[in-house]
C-alpha cells in the first residue's frame, strides 16, 4: 500500500505529497531494519520536501539520523539530527521555526510535544553524550560533546516551556550565549538529569571548566516510582519519626558520585536543571545518611541553563508588595478552607520591612495587583494565598478574593505589563500553593513566570504547607533577606532553622527556588 501511494505521489506535481510517501515507505524499512533501503528512501523524501513540506522534512532528518546511527556512519547520523533541531528552531537557512508554528496552534490542535517533538532533542543529547564518554571529559572534544549534549537538552527545556503556555513567548531573561563558565561561577554546581527510557544522564557543570557524567542505571518507569515513593514520604507529615529511606536512595543515586568534586570545589550553591518527573520534587531534602542536602548546600532550580538573567545590583530599598486571603472561598465549586495564619504571616513582613504594602480578602483583586505593582514598582511580591497547580496554564491559578481566581497567564501578563517601564520584580513568593503529586510539568508554569515575565526568582510550594509552619518560614526567610543578598542563601538559611527545630521536612522541603540570577 505504501509503495502504491508513491506511485500515485510521483503522477502528482505534488512535492509534498511525495516527501510524506517516500518517507513514510522509509521508515517502514526502518522498521524492519533494512537500513539501506530505508535510507535511499529516506534521503528521496528529503530532496523532494520544500518551503511548503517542512514539518515533514525535519521527520526525515530524524529518520535518516536514526538510520545513519544503525549503519555505523556517526559523524552523518549527527549532521542529519542536528539540521532537524535546526530546523525546528529557525536556524536552518529558514526564516523562523517550525516549532513556533506548531505550538502556535489553537490548544485544542496541538500536539502531545513530549511525544511528538521531546525525543528527537533526546536522540541527539544521548549521542552527544556518548561521544563525550568515548573521549573523555578530560579531553577537549569530550568536553565539547558534553556541552553541545547540554545545548540540545537546553533547547528542549526552553521549549517545553512555550510549548506549555501554547504559544511562541518572548523569553526575555535569556541571555544569547552565556557560557556554563559563567554559570558555574560565585561558588556554584549546575546539576541536570537527562531521562531517557532504559537509563538517565546525570550531568554537572563545576567551576574550573569540570564535567561530570554518570548515569542511574534504572529504566524510566521504574525511577518515576522511586521519585512519586520519594515525594509521598516527604508528605506523611503526621509520622512522627522520618525516615528517609527514599531521600538516601536517591542522594546515592544523584548526589553520591558527585561528593569528591563538590568538596574539593569548596561549593555553596547547588543549582538543579531537571528533566520530567524530577521536577516535582526537592531536591533540598536528599539524605546522605548523617543530614540533609540543605544542611550542607542551598539549592535552587533554573528551567533551563539559558534562562539566566543579568546581573543588577540589588537596591538598597527594598519594598514588598504583600497579598493574602485569610477568609475561606469556594472556587468551581471547590471549598478552600480560610488561612488564618495569613494575617501574622503579612503581619510579621510589615514589622521586618516598613515600607510593605497589603492586598488582603476582598481588596485581593487582579485590578488592584496590576494598579499596585504600577504605582509602586516592589522588589519583592508575596502572595499568600492557595494555589492549585495543574498540567496546562488554564488549569493552574491562585484564588483571590471574592471567590475570584487568578490563573497564572493572567498573573505572568499582569508582572509583565505593570513593569514594562520599571524594574523587573525580584522575587515572587507563592506560599499555602499545592500540586499535583508525580505531574511533571507543574514547575513549567512557574518557570514560565520567571522567564516571561521577567521575574527574577519565583519561590513556591510543592504541596500544601500548614499555616503555622508557613507563617515561621516566611519569619525566618525575611529575617535573613535583611543580611544575605543571595536567595538560594536566604532559602537555605530558613530551611536549616527549622530543621534545627525538629520539623518534619513536610514543613520545610516543598519550598524552591526557581531563580535566574543566582
Not at 132 to 155: N, P, Q, W
Not at 169 to 184: D, F, H, K, M, Q
Not at 302 to 307: G, Y
Request: aromatic share 8%; with cysteine; proline share 3%.
Amino acid at each position: 500500500m505504501l509503495q502504491q501511494a508513491v506511485n500515485a505521489a510521483q503522477r502528482l506535481p505534488d512535492s509534498r505529497t511525495q516527501s510524506f510517501a517516500w518517507g513514510e515507505l522509509g521508515h517502514f524499512y526502518e522498521c524492519r531494519q533494512n537500513f539501506e533501503r530505508a535510507l535511499l528512501l529516506t534521503n528521496q523524501a528529503r530532496w523532494a520536501a520544500d518551503a511548503q513540506a517542512r514539518d515533514g522534512l525535519f521527520n526525515w532528518d530524524w529518520q535518516a539520523g536514526r538510520i545513519y546511527l544503525a549503519l555505523g556512519r556517526e559523524e552523518e547520523a549527527i549532521a542529519a539530527l542536528e539540521q532537524a533541531v535546526a530546523l525546528l528552531q529557525g536556524t536552518a537557512n529558514v526564516e523562523g521555526g517550525l516549532r513556533g508554528e506548531l505550538i502556535s496552534a489553537q490548544r485544542d490542535l496541538q500536539f502531545d510535544f513530549r511525544d511528538a517533538i521531546a525525543p528527537l532533542y533526546r536522540d541527539l543529547a544521548r549521542l552527544r553524550l556518548t561521544r563525550a564518554e568515548r573521549y573523555s571529559l578530560e579531553t577537549t572534544t569530550g568536553m565539547e560533546e558534553f556541552d553541545r549534549a547540554v545545548e540540545t537538552i537546553d533547547k528542549l527545556r526552553l521549549a517545553e516551556i512555550q510549548n506549555h503556555f501554547g504559544n511562541d513567548c518572548i523569553l526575555r531573561a535569556v541571555i544569547p550565549g552565556i557560557s556554563i563558565e559563567e554559570l558555574t561561577g560565585n561558588h556554584k554546581a549546575i546539576i541536570g538529569s537527562i531521562i531517557f527510557s532504559d537509563r538517565t544522564a546525570i550531568i554537572a557543570a563545576l567551576p574550573g571548566r569540570k564535567r561530570h557524567l554518570h548515569w542511574i542505571e534504572r529504566d524510566s518507569r521504574s525511577l518515576e516510582a522511586e521519585i512519586h515513593d520519594y515525594r509521598q514520604e516527604l508528605e506523611r507529615f503526621r509520622e512522627l519519626n522520618y525516615t528517609p529511606h527514599q531521600a538516601q536512595k536517591l542522594y546515592d543515586w544523584l548526589i553520591r558520585p558527585l561528593e569528591k568534586d563538590l568538596k574539593q570545589t569548596q561549593l555553596k550553591i547547588l543549582v538543579f536543571v531537571q528533566d520530567g518527573f524530577f521536577r516535582s520534587i526537592p531536591m533540598a531534602a536528599l539524605h546522605n545518611g548523617q543530614q540533609f542536602l540543605v544542611q550542607s548546600y542551598a539549592t535552587a532550580m533554573l528551567p533551563s541553563f539559558s534562562a539566566v538573567a543579568p546581573q543588577v545590583p540589588e537596591s538598597d530599598v527594598i519594598k514588598i508588595l504583600t497579598l493574602g486571603l485569610t477568609e475561606s472561598a469556594v472556587i468551581d465549586r471547590q471549598p478552600f478552607p480560610a488561612l488564618t495564619f495569613v494575617e501574622r504571616e503579612i503581619a510579621q513582613i510589615q514589622r521586618q520591612f516598613p515600607l510593605t504594602r497589603q492586598l488582603l480578602n476582598e481588596n485581593f483583586t487582579a485590578k488592584a495587583l496590576f494598579q499596585e505593582l504600577k504605582q509602586t514598582n516592589p522588589s519583592i511580591v508575596h502572595i499568600a494565598t492557595h494555589g492549585q497547580f495543574g498540567t496546562t496554564p488554564e488549569d493552574t491559578f491562585l484564588v483571590a478574593g471574592n471567590n475570584q481566581k487568578l490563573t497564572l497567564n493572567e498573573l505572568e501578563e499582569i508582572i509583565r505589563f505593570a513593569n514594562l517601564d520599571g524594574d523587573a520584580i525580584r522575587l515572587l513568593i507563592l506560599t499555602a500553593c499545592q500540586t499535583a503529586v508525580g505531574d511533571d510539568r507543574i514547575t513549567l508554569g512557574l518557570a514560565g513566570i520567571a522567564v516571561q515575565a521577567g521575574v527574577n526568582n519565583a519561590i513556591a510550594s510543592l504541596w500544601f504547607v500548614r499555616d503555622a509552619p508557613t507563617a515561621q518560614f516566611a519569619q525566618d526567610f525575611y529575617g535573613s533577606l535583611a543580611t544575605i543578598a543571595n536567595k538560594a542563601l536566604v532559602l537555605q538559611t530558613a530551611q536549616q532553622n527549622l530543621i534545627a527545630q525538629g520539623l518534619h521536612p513536610a514543613f520545610w522541603a516543598p519550598f524552591i527556588l526557581i531563580g535566574n540570577d543566582l
